[in-house]
């Protein structure tokens, strides 16, 4: 471990803990040293270990056993989503290619399904939401302002699909995206620059046509799911 500077101690000491537990250099059942002993290793006051033991608690990352010792517990099978962020890109700003090809596959299946729910629930009142969207990416060429507002629509499709699954799903892949934004800017530049296919989608939710939005979201986000594999060399 490596001795904390003191800005935001207890994030770092946070930081530091879920790291070595997401990589597994902490195992699944082994025992975090005392709140003394990390205090003393770590160079902080057992004030700043004390809450960062919390917070890895709320992740469901560690367990206090009854007697006090903390216990590192199965984040794959106790975690949710929220850890996606972390387990994609590492403090030092590494991304995971496992975790990231992971992504790619559950955002190809749930793209169709929630734009078939949006022109199920979000008819007229999305699509009309939608239009300046669309109508800002026809007047731009500008990559990482089509970037923005590609993910603009997409958030307000999500809303407009009314389930909160999707939403709460969508809200932790947020994160994880935004963890790598700057490193996707170029690589799913030609998903960003498929305004066409996000226009024909905006049409079909507001004539409710659920197959046809399946239909275009997938070939829609198909583009960059063909780029981010090939950037991650996955056939």
Same mark, same amino acid.
């Given at each position: 471990m490596e001795n904390? /500077?003191?800005i935001s101690i207890s994030e770092q000491v946070y930081i530091q803990l879920r790291d070595r537990i997401l990589?597994? !250099? =902490?195992? !699944?059942? *082994?025992? =975090?040293p005392?709140?003394?002993?990390?205090?003393? &290793?770590?160079? !902080? $006051? #057992?004030?700043? !270990?004390?809450? *960062?033991?919390k917070r890895l608690q709320q992740a469901r990352l560690v367990r206090v056993r009854h007697g006090g010792a903390t216990q590192v517990e199965n984040f794959e099978a106790e975690g949710g989503l929220e850890l996606l962020p972390s387990l994609m890109v590492s403090a030092q700003g590494q991304v995971n290619l496992e975790v990231a090809r992971g992504i790619v596959a559950l955002r190809k299946a749930l793209a169709p399904v929630v734009a078939g729910q949006a022109a199920v629930h979000g008819g007229k009142a999305l699509a009309d939401a939608l239009k300046p969207v669309i109508a800002n990416m026809q007047t731009t060429s500008e990559l990482p302002k089509l970037q923005q507002l590609a993910f603009d629509f997409w958030a307000l499709v999500v809303q407009g699909s009314g389930n909160v699954v999707f939403k709460l799903a969508f809200n932790s892949m947020n994160q994880t995206y935004l963890a790598a934004w700057n490193t996707l800017t170029l690589v799913m530049q030609d998903e960003f620059r498929d305004v066409n296919t996000l226009a024909q989608l905006a049409q079909a939710i507001e004539a409710g046509e659920q197959r046809r939005c399946? +239909? =275009?979201? #997938? /070939?829609? +986000?198909?583009?960059g799911s063909? *780029?981010? $594999?090939?950037? =991650?060399? &996955?056939?």
């Open positions: 904390i /500077q003191k990589k597994k !250099v =902490l195992p !699944v059942g *082994a025992e =975090l005392s709140e003394r002993e990390l205090s003393e &290793t770590l160079g !902080v $006051n #057992r004030g700043a !270990v004390r809450e *960062a033991i399946e +239909v =275009l979201a #997938r /070939q829609h +986000v198909e583009l063909r *780029a981010l $594999n090939a950037a =991650l060399g &996955t056939a």
